[in-house]
């Protein structure tokens, strides 16, 4: 089997770069390698077990492929000859190809030193439909369910899941569940909120065992308390599926990640790696970052499929400015770029602007909820590092407007500056904009 460019991974990233390649390059040919018959929405996961009720209401359609021009097949890559350009599947076929785009993605982490990861009943969070169908099905049995990890799939999960009555406590070492990704004042509300509907946390102590005798009965803290199970799941981070990649040849750096440079190409000539599996640096320290999302993975996949056969100058990919954002009943939190804690680590001088108001006008509105943003920003430069948003439906445009203004590199005063367009169903009032609002203290020298 030939093909002009191979696409190993059949998510979000490798769909990207297939499709926008396509776009790019109508003459070659495209063939997308994936090893799972369905294609699942990675964001959409935690909601197969609550809300969307099944699997099967979280797919991404094969369509996109076809109404492309692009081939797939299902099936596993086993291994990758990059000297003949050359890639072997499991069921025994070989393809050759010109260009290589890895978009293999990610797996659960499951830790060596807990011990009883191996029991019954012990659950992942894979990008795998038929896995987290027998997940979902099992969980529908269980009662009382621990997840170790309070992150944003392990917080969404269990959210999920106590819709459905189910008795959740979330173990995290940190002091704060989201701890990672917020700062504590906005992770402590999103804990208050998780209380509030439900689920039980046990934050500041780590997970020591997962106890039981062929299946799980309770999970052991380091501090010696017990919680009965019957069911755990584990939320403790994703570790990049570079398998294939690192028994090509390929060099990794010390995260694991496929090594790649501003146009996604990896060390060897014709080989681009995206999303999940490839190297990432903070768009604003340059440190190499673990940040995996789908946004980025789509960034990254747009940039290699432009680059494939022609470089653009201006199409390149100058690090991971880490977009997240999740809700909690109708509360989102969002952040975009470093916290003020990460800022304060990294040695930067920088002043804090927050505006907190609502998101209709008038505020008597029906559906109106509160907006909060906190803008992280470098005192001398005015060079925009990070911002926090706790809003409501508005949460995460918001959040990528200010991922747009890091981007962009706008300094505080022409976001103070900017013009915006309202409606008082759709936003905040023209005088009370909350982004705004929050440079404008800064500008006013209000700010922290």
Request: aromatic fraction near 6%; include cysteine.
């Amino acid at each position: 089997m030939k093909t002009d460019v191979l696409v190993i991974g059949g998510s979000a990233a490798g769909i990207v770069a297939a499709t926008v390649g396509k776009s790019c390059y109508p003459d070659k040919e495209f063939l997308v390698l994936r090893d799972t018959k369905q294609t699942i929405v990675p964001c959409g996961i935690p909601y197969i077990f609550g809300s969307l009720e099944s699997s099967d209401k979280d797919l991404i359609p094969d369509a996109v492929f076809s109404k492309a021009g692009i081939e797939y097949k299902v099936s596993r890559a086993t291994e990758i000859d990059a000297k003949n350009k050359l890639c072997r599947t499991e069921d025994g076929e070989e393809i050759s190809y010109d260009k290589l785009v890895l978009a293999t993605g990610s797996k659960p982490r499951v830790p060596s030193w807990l011990p009883g990861t191996d029991l019954e009943n012990v659950f992942t969070i894979p990008k795998d439909k038929e896995v987290l169908d027998r997940t979902l099905a099992k969980l529908q049995g269980c009662k009382k369910i621990v997840t170790i990890g309070g992150g944003f799939i392990g917080v969404e999960v269990s959210d999920e899941l106590n819709k459905l009555g189910k008795d959740v406590t979330i173990v995290e070492v940190l002091p704060h569940v989201l701890g990672l990704a917020f700062d504590p004042e906005i992770a402590e509300q999103a804990g208050e909120l998780l209380v509030k509907r439900g689920v039980k946390l046990r934050t500041g102590v780590g997970a020591a065992k997962i106890l039981g005798n062929g299946s799980v009965t309770g999970v052991e803290l380091i501090n010696g308390e017990k919680i009965e199970a019957d069911a755990v799941i584990l939320s403790m981070g994703y570790d990049p599926n570079t398998d294939l990649a690192r028994k090509a040849g390929l060099s990794l750096n010390s995260n694991g990640c496929i090594r790649v440079d501003e146009y996604m190409r990896t060390e060897t000539p014709g080989i681009f790696a995206v999303g999940d599996c490839a190297e990432k640096r903070d768009f604003v320290t340059r440190k190499l970052t673990r940040v995996m999302l789908a946004s980025t993975a789509s960034s990254e996949a747009r940039v290699a499929g432009t680059n494939l056969y022609q470089l653009s100058v201006v199409k390149t990919f100058s690090g991971t400015i880490s977009i997240f954002a999740t809700a909690i009943g109708d509360t989102g939190f969002g952040v975009a770029g470093l916290t003020e804690a990460a800022a304060k680590k990294e040695g930067f001088n920088i002043t804090i602007g927050t505006f907190s108001g609502v998101d209709r006008h008038p505020g008597t509105l029906p559906g109106t909820h509160s907006q909060y943003v906190k803008l992280i920003v470098g005192k001398t430069s005015g060079v925009i590092l990070g911002g926090e948003v706790v809003a409501g439906t508005s949460t995460g445009e918001l959040t990528n407007f200010i991922g747009l203004a890091i981007q962009a590199k706008i300094p505080i005063s022409a976001l103070f500056a900017a013009q915006i367009g309202t409606h008082p169903l759709l936003t905040a009032p023209p005088t009370a904009y909350p982004v705004i609002k929050a440079a404008e203290s800064i500008m006013r020298g209000c700010g922290q």
